[in-house]
């Protein structure tokens, strides 16, 4: 019988903890249709929760969750229910609501950072009537707040099922945050919450989380004791969700409380859905003897980079953080990481350099996109700008075909007159322009490795991309005589799908070289043997009249479809004999080619191709998922009220009397 009452002394005393707990960081909520066309009366929705927990919260028994339970995949036991908040009848939401425990994702075993964090999808058949408001509202937060610091939270989200004006059924938007961001006080901040939606037209607009259920979108407190959590002179900009405020104490957290929300169009007048993104920022004041530069992460996949992933095979991801000072020491690397992603210990391979390693398989239950984000922080609490890349699982990123000289991928390869303009490289998969700026396609010099001419395929529209094919209009003299070589940076090819998939950088000089036929020497010497140098050139076929065929012009005969070196005599004969001829072919089989000839004018491909990604988009939601945030807790002191001492007394007191309750 004692044994018995224990238990329930333990469970019930659980339990309290549970949800009773100063315990709270924030979170997000998104949700989407697993098939967005509509059939029948009702539709399969994936919800997805993530929130952040303090660590070493006394509900949680030591040691606290460690780097094996990211891997074992082990439960958060925070035992509650996100549940149906507004308008209930609409819907066949349970009651009972969705529970709360998280698989464990990222664990910060470091002493100064302490976070648990964790997420879960739930997949639910709900009515076409479906428009509801859910949400997690308990307590408590956190004490060490500006503002709200003990309180409820509050965490809501509304999921309207009612079809698009289009016909589909809305996915909400998705977002991603550091959960902690570190800025020093007393400066201006300008602080961007990235945002963005799955339907590619709808309109975004950002605003505070308020509690006035009578009159919000909502109609339920969306914030609970966090409300207005900071400074009353921040200001937020709707359209870019961009929040723009001074810090006034240190060594204190600020609680940040939004709801993004996608319209129709820009004429309408009510949301189509509201996905909160509750998160931290934390004042500190930068030590002394801290480093003028904040670290940063670098390496081959640059921030925001978007990369396709096929399931079951693992991944090797490689973080490298760079540091800039003697001293200056990364002393932990933040994560917000996909449900199985495990990290390894920071290494320090060489001075100022550091590195995390990622391995990662994913399952097919994590179909779409995936977000990942870190952020390095040094021995002075200098945190490094977030370094986010999304992974579309089950998904492959286009890869550029390596050119061989016959039947090659890429043209021009071998020699070319140095008015050659056209280039062209072939990729495994229908291409797109990247959506970051900064992804170069490079042309170098080979005897100096300097690049003559780069263009930014986040905007030059002198890159066309169609089908497998990307077109590059060079404006460049080519000097006679000289090598070139071209690089890529990763993302020159994209896949045309939501967030763009990536290919992989291509940084290797025998890559893609061609030379540039040079009149006054090459009938005296003979040409190298090494295959991009032979004075002949080879292209694919010219039988067909697909694009692809034009971009093979290379301004040069093409005698022959075997490679071969030949000597100068024949390589300049074969030149100047045949040149003209094939100049003139060129300019043909560009008359007889059909519309695709639209490929000369970028402007226009450009739009084209954005109705045809606008028009696609809704077919390929199935591959979509909401991009989860991110991790980011760093404490740069101790905070030694996480616990509440009062509540701490509350729950002992709690417990006394449950056992005199259960004394007996
Ligand atoms: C409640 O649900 C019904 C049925 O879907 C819907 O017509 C109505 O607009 C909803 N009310 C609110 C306040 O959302
Ligand atoms: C956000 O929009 C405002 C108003 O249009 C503009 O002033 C500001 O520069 C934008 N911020 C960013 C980061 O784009
Ligand atoms: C990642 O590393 C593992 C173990 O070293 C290896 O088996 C696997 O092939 C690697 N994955 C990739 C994509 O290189
Ligand atoms: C950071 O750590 C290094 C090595 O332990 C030390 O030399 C340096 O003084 C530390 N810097 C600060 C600001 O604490
Ligand atoms: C390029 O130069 C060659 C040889 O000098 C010439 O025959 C050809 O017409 C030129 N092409 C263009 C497009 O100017
Ligand atoms: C990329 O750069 C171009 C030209 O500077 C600019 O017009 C465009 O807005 C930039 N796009 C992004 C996403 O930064
Ligand atoms: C150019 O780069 C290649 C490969 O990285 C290297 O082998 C070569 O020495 C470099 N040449 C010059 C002049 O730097
Ligand atoms: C080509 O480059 C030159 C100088 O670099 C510039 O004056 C000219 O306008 C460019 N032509 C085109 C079509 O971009
Ligand atoms: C080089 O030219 C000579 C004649 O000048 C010819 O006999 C020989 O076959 C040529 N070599 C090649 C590889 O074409």
Request: aromatic residues 10%.
């Given at each position: 019988?004692?044994?018995?009452?224990?238990l329930?002394?333990?469970i019930?005393y659980?339990?309290y903890?549970?949800i009773e707990?100063?315990?709270?960081?924030g979170g997000?909520?998104?949700?989407?249709p697993?098939?967005s066309?509509?059939?029948?009366?009702?539709?399969?929705?994936?919800?997805h929760?993530?929130y952040?927990?303090?660590r070493e919260?006394s509900?949680?028994?030591p040691?606290?969750c460690t780097?094996?339970d990211v891997a074992s995949q082990t439960?958060?036991?925070?035992n509650?229910y996100?549940?149906c908040?507004?308008?209930?009848?609409?819907s066949?939401?349970?009651?009972?609501g969705l529970?709360?425990?998280?698989?464990t994702t990222?664990?910060?075993?470091n002493?100064i950072i302490?976070?648990?964090?964790?997420?879960r999808?739930?997949t639910?058949t709900?009515?076409?009537?479906?428009?509801?408001?859910?949400?997690?509202?308990?307590s408590?937060?956190?004490?060490?707040?500006?503002?709200g610091?003990?309180?409820s939270?509050s965490i809501?989200?509304?999921?309207?099922?009612?079809l698009?004006?289009?016909?589909y059924?809305?996915?909400?938007?998705?977002?991603?945050t550091?959960?902690?961001?570190f800025y020093q006080?007393n400066t201006?901040?300008?602080?961007?919450?990235?945002m963005?939606?799955n339907?590619a037209?709808?309109i975004?607009q950002?605003?505070w989380s308020?509690?006035?259920s009578?009159s919000?979108y909502?109609?339920?407190?969306?914030?609970g004791g966090?409300?207005?959590?900071?400074?009353s002179s921040?200001?937020v900009?709707?359209s870019n969700?961009t929040?723009s405020?001074?810090l006034?104490?240190?060594?204190l957290?600020?609680a940040?409380a939004?709801?993004?929300?996608?319209?129709?169009?820009?004429?309408?007048?009510?949301?189509?859905s509201?996905?909160?993104?509750?998160?931290l920022?934390?004042g500190y004041?930068?030590?002394?003897?801290?480093?003028s530069e904040r670290?940063s992460i670098i390496?081959?996949?640059?921030?925001?980079a978007?990369?396709g992933v096929?399931?079951?095979v693992?991944?090797?991801?490689t973080i490298?953080i760079?540091t800039y000072?003697?001293?200056q020491t990364?002393v932990?690397?933040v994560?917000s990481?996909?449900?199985?992603?495990t990290?390894?210990a920071?290494?320090?391979p060489s001075t100022?350099l550091w590195?995390?390693?990622?391995?990662?398989?994913p399952?097919?239950a994590?179909?779409g996109p995936q977000?990942?984000?870190?952020?390095?922080?040094?021995n002075s609490?200098?945190q490094?700008?977030p370094w986010?890349?999304t992974?579309?699982?089950?998904?492959d990123?286009p890869?550029l075909i390596?050119?061989t000289?016959v039947?090659?991928?890429a043209?021009?390869?071998?020699?070319v007159f140095?008015?050659?303009t056209?280039?062209?490289?072939?990729?495994?998969?229908?291409?797109g322009?990247?959506?970051?700026?900064?992804?170069?396609?490079?042309f170098?010099?080979a005897?100096?490795?300097?690049?003559?001419v780069?263009?930014d395929a986040?905007?030059?529209?002198?890159l066309v991309y169609?089908?497998?094919?990307?077109?590059?209009?060079a404006?460049?003299s080519w000097t006679p005589?000289?090598?070139?070589y071209?690089?890529?940076?990763?993302g020159?090819?994209s896949?045309s799908?939501?967030c763009?998939?990536e290919?992989?950088p291509?940084t290797d000089p025998?890559?893609?070289r061609?030379?540039?036929?040079?009149?006054?020497?090459?009938s005296?010497?003979t040409?190298?043997?090494?295959?991009?140098t032979?004075?002949?050139?080879?292209t694919r076929?010219?039988?067909?009249t697909?694009?692809n065929?034009?971009?093979?012009?290379t301004g040069i005969?093409?005698?022959?479809?075997?490679?071969m070196?030949?000597?100068?005599?024949?390589?300049?004969t074969?030149?100047?004999?045949?040149?003209?001829?094939t100049?003139a072919?060129a300019t043909?089989s560009?008359e007889?080619?059909?519309?695709t000839?639209?490929v000369m004018?970028p402007?226009?491909?450009?739009?084209?191709?954005?109705q045809t990604?606008?028009i696609?988009t809704?077919?390929?939601?199935?591959?979509?998922m909401?991009?989860?945030?991110?991790?980011m807790?760093?404490a740069?002191?101790?905070?030694?009220n996480?616990?509440?001492p009062?509540?701490?007394?509350a729950q002992?007191?709690?417990?006394?009397?449950?056992r005199?309750?259960?004394?007996?």
């Amino acid at each position: 019988m004692k044994l018995i009452w224990y238990l329930v002394l333990v469970i019930l005393y659980a339990l309290y903890n549970t949800i009773e707990g100063a315990h709270f960081r924030g979170g997000i909520i998104s949700w989407r249709p697993l098939n967005s066309t509509p059939s029948g009366s009702s539709a399969s929705i994936l919800i997805h929760q993530r929130y952040f927990w303090n660590r070493e919260w006394s509900g949680f028994t030591p040691p606290y969750c460690t780097e094996a339970d990211v891997a074992s995949q082990t439960s958060i036991p925070v035992n509650s229910y996100m549940t149906c908040l507004s308008n209930c009848s609409s819907s066949t939401y349970p009651s009972s609501g969705l529970s709360t425990v998280m698989t464990t994702t990222d664990c910060d075993q470091n002493t100064i950072i302490e976070s648990w964090a964790g997420e879960r999808y739930d997949t639910l058949t709900l009515p076409l009537t479906t428009s509801i408001t859910i949400g997690f509202q308990s307590s408590a937060w956190m004490t060490a707040l500006y503002i709200g610091g003990g309180q409820s939270w509050s965490i809501v989200n509304r999921l309207n099922l009612g079809l698009r004006p289009d016909g589909y059924i809305n996915s909400s938007p998705v977002t991603n945050t550091l959960p902690v961001v570190f800025y020093q006080i007393n400066t201006q901040v300008v602080h961007v919450v990235q945002m963005a939606d799955n339907d590619a037209t709808d309109i975004l607009q950002c605003r505070w989380s308020n509690s006035a259920s009578g009159s919000n979108y909502n109609r339920v407190d969306e914030c609970g004791g966090i409300c207005s959590g900071l400074p009353s002179s921040t200001v937020v900009t709707a359209s870019n969700c961009t929040l723009s405020f001074t810090l006034p104490t240190a060594n204190l957290y600020y609680a940040c409380a939004l709801q993004i929300e996608d319209y129709y169009s820009s004429s309408s007048t009510s949301p189509m859905s509201s996905v909160p993104i509750q998160f931290l920022f934390y004042g500190y004041t930068a030590s002394s003897g801290a480093c003028s530069e904040r670290p940063s992460i670098i390496g081959d996949r640059p921030n925001r980079a978007c990369i396709g992933v096929p399931i079951g095979v693992q991944l090797n991801e490689t973080i490298i953080i760079q540091t800039y000072c003697p001293g200056q020491t990364i002393v932990d690397l933040v994560t917000s990481s996909p449900y199985g992603m495990t990290h390894s210990a920071i290494s320090n391979p060489s001075t100022n350099l550091w590195t995390m390693v990622l391995t990662w398989t994913p399952v097919a239950a994590q179909t779409g996109p995936q977000g990942f984000c870190a952020g390095a922080i040094d021995n002075s609490s200098l945190q490094s700008d977030p370094w986010c890349i999304t992974y579309l699982v089950d998904y492959d990123s286009p890869d550029l075909i390596r050119p061989t000289l016959v039947q090659g991928s890429a043209s021009p390869v071998g020699t070319v007159f140095s008015n050659q303009t056209l280039f062209s490289i072939e990729a495994s998969s229908t291409v797109g322009r990247p959506t970051r700026n900064g992804t170069d396609i490079c042309f170098h010099d080979a005897d100096t490795n300097v690049s003559v001419v780069c263009y930014d395929a986040g905007y030059a529209s002198n890159l066309v991309y169609t089908g497998n094919t990307i077109v590059i209009v060079a404006n460049y003299s080519w000097t006679p005589g000289k090598t070139y070589y071209v690089t890529m940076d990763s993302g020159f090819a994209s896949g045309s799908v939501f967030c763009h998939a990536e290919s992989s950088p291509i940084t290797d000089p025998t890559y893609w070289r061609f030379n540039i036929w040079d009149p006054a020497v090459s009938s005296t010497t003979t040409t190298t043997t090494t295959p991009f140098t032979t004075a002949t050139v080879t292209t694919r076929p010219t039988s067909t009249t697909s694009i692809n065929t034009l971009l093979t012009t290379t301004g040069i005969a093409l005698t022959t479809t075997t490679a071969m070196t030949t000597n100068a005599t024949t390589a300049s004969t074969s030149d100047s004999t045949t040149a003209a001829s094939t100049t003139a072919s060129a300019t043909t089989s560009s008359e007889t080619s059909e519309s695709t000839v639209a490929v000369m004018y970028p402007k226009d491909f450009e739009n084209a191709c954005q109705q045809t990604v606008a028009i696609m988009t809704p077919v390929f939601f199935i591959t979509l998922m909401p991009v989860h945030a991110v991790v980011m807790y760093a404490a740069f002191i101790k905070i030694s009220n996480m616990f509440n001492p009062a509540h701490i007394q509350a729950q002992a007191r709690h417990k006394r009397r449950l056992r005199r309750i259960f004394a007996a």
